[in-house]
């Protein structure tokens, strides 16, 4: 059978008409005008005899498939470029529409000062006017008063010498005072840091809330501590610049020294719950502190309510109220102690939004990486640390903040958030890989494919991020662990980042699923696609005693808790070998 002639414009069913049709403003006569196409292919398989033994139309029938799959994908593509088109201009629009309120809210507080201004500024005038005039009046007053007084005290001055000298005394004693404190501060620049450079606060304490006996902290010092008098460690490390050439001198142990200035007045102690060991100790602790140290001692409420049921004795034991009080604690606590396990330490930690005093970690958990020392001879560590010197460790931590996509809904304004093991971002209940995009300094990093990533201070190296793989580090160490979860890549690594450095981890918009940030394994929060996660090393630090110094302390907490590299030594040959 000869197969019939087509006719372009009859199978087509419009000819040149679909072609010089005119586009709509939104672009949708293209898509149109495919789909029409489309379906004309689809007419034209359906009409035309296809047989077996006739090979030319069966190409002829594949090639028309083929057309329509392609004029299918384009119309498919040019539907998504343009929704995503008019979500940008949808996006702009409301930029622009925010900005246009802001300006003109802006002229209008401009318009009315004006008028205002205009309206008082005779005004203002004649008020000036009737404020001198009585200023002037009593000005005189009080010179003809002054001049009188005057007379009258230096002819008392010439009458009574001993008490001229007694006024000499106590107007001298304040420039004591401040040549002393001059001092103490050259002292302080060049023998090491003071209490007062490391445990500083933006806001001014209001001396009426606060008892003075309580709010006389004790002054302290650190210093670099030198493993001997004749030891090749020296104070500093100096760089030189000689003939071209960089050199820097012997490296220092940068062992951290802390030496009491004054002694400690007030100790806090927190404890881990749910613990009848726990609860035993601290009132043992704050029984021996109370009457053999004579401090002032604060703790949690939970605990001071199990104390003053156990008995009134501990009525003296004072706590705080509100989130205002644990603001302003570390204006009142010279010394920290805990008794628990490294959540403790965390737990303590997370109270301090600023300057953290000095912890003392007691180890009454599971694996205490941050807790050397033992709570059977806590009278002999506390006399020892009270006296001073001691050995600390500065811990890191991480400043967080997140910021919502604002365009979507305005930016939402939260808290920083402070950490001191790490903060992780994963895919939580969703099924799907999660999908971060991750920034360093504005730069782009890299794209997180997996179960999610954790962001880790040099003392979280134990944590989680050692459970993913990531590297031991010790705690000293100024740096920022970088380790996915879980990597859909066999050459995703970890990385260990420095100190000065800002992470930005963001929620692509094209994010099949939101991802879910927790800070120290609590405290979880939703990001939504569009959402960020900024990240930089916070400027306090959490000072932790040492029981001998940081090095020791770290290298006995992961042979005790993790048995690193504990194996039986390989035997000797029983027979001398031949050589």
Not at 106 to 125: A, D, F, H, P, Y
Request: aromatic fraction near 8%; glycine fraction near 6%; charged fraction near 25%.
């Amino acid at each position: 059978m000869a197969p019939s002639k087509l006719n372009p414009t009859d199978s087509f069913g419009h000819g040149d008409a679909g072609v010089s049709r005119p586009h709509s403003e939104n672009g949708f006569g293209d898509s149109l005008s495919l789909l029409q196409s489309e379906k004309a292919v689809q007419e034209i398989l359906q009409q035309t005899p296809v047989h077996g033994s006739d090979d030319h139309l069966i190409e002829f029938s594949e090639a028309l498939r083929t057309v329509a799959k392609a004029l299918r994908q384009a119309a498919e593509g040019k539907a998504a470029a343009q929704a995503e088109a008019a979500e940008w201009k949808r996006r702009f629009e409301l930029e622009r529409a925010r900005n246009l309120r802001l300006e003109n809210k802006g002229n209008g507080i401009c318009e009315k000062l004006r008028s205002w201004w205009m309206q008082t500024s005779v005004k203002n005038g004649m008020g000036l006017i009737r404020l001198v005039l009585p200023c002037l009046l009593c000005w005189e007053i009080w010179k003809e008063q002054d001049r009188r007084l005057y007379e009258e005290q230096s002819f008392k001055e010439n009458n009574s010498v001993s008490e001229g000298g007694r006024l000499e005394n106590s107007t001298s004693q304040p420039v004591l005072l401040n040549q002393e404190h001059e001092h103490s501060n050259r002292a302080c620049l060049e023998h090491g840091i003071c209490s007062h450079e490391v445990l500083q606060d933006a806001k001014d304490v209001d001396s009426n809330m606060v008892n003075n006996k309580i709010m006389k902290k004790a002054s302290f010092k650190l210093s670099w501590r030198c493993k001997g008098e004749h030891s090749d460690q020296h104070k500093h490390d100096i760089v030189y610049f000689e003939r071209g050439n960089i050199t820097t001198a012997e490296r220092s142990s940068k062992q951290i020294s802390l030496k009491w200035e004054s002694l400690p007045q007030t100790v806090v102690i927190l404890t881990k719950p749910n613990s009848n060991s726990v609860q035993i100790l601290c009132a043992q602790m704050v029984r021996w502190l109370r009457e053999q140290k004579k401090l002032n001692i604060y703790v949690e409420p939970r605990v001071r309510a199990q104390l003053l049921t156990e008995s009134s004795y501990f009525s003296f034991v004072q706590t705080w109220k509100d989130e205002k009080e644990i603001l302003l604690l570390h204006t009142k606590v010279d010394l920290v102690v805990t008794l628990g396990g490294d959540g403790t330490v965390l737990w303590a930690a997370s109270i301090f939004k600023g300057p953290v005093p000095p912890i003392v970690p007691f180890s009454l958990g599971s694996l205490g990486f941050m807790t050397p020392f033992h709570s059977e001879h806590y009278k002999d560590y506390l006399d020892s640390v009270l006296r001073g010197p001691i050995s600390i460790t500065l811990r890191n931590r991480l400043q967080c903040h997140v910021i919502r996509d604002a365009a979507k809904n305005e930016i939402e304004i939260e808290d920083p958030i402070l950490v001191l093991n790490e903060v992780t971002i994963d895919r939580g209940i969703s099924s799907y890989l999660t999908n971060l995009e991750c920034y360093c300094d504005n730069s782009f990093v890299t794209c997180v494919q997996g179960d999610g990533l954790i962001l880790s201070t040099t003392s979280g190296s134990t944590a989680y991020s050692l459970a993913a793989g990531g590297s031991m580090v010790h705690p000293q160490v100024p740096g920022i662990l970088f380790t996915p979860i879980c990597p859909h890549s066999l050459s995703f690594r970890p990385l260990i980042l420095p100190e000065h450095v800002t992470l930005r981890v963001q929620i692509p918009f094209n994010s099949r699923s939101p991802a879910w940030a927790s800070f120290d394994g609590k405290d979880r929060k939703q990001l939504a696609p569009g959402d960020a996660l900024v990240c930089s090393m916070a400027p306090w630090p959490v000072p932790t005693a040492c029981q001998v110094d940081s090095t020791d302390d770290f290298f006995r907490s992961i042979h005790d808790g993790l048995h690193w590299n504990l194996r039986k030594t390989q035997s000797s040959f029983d027979v001398p070998l031949d050589v």
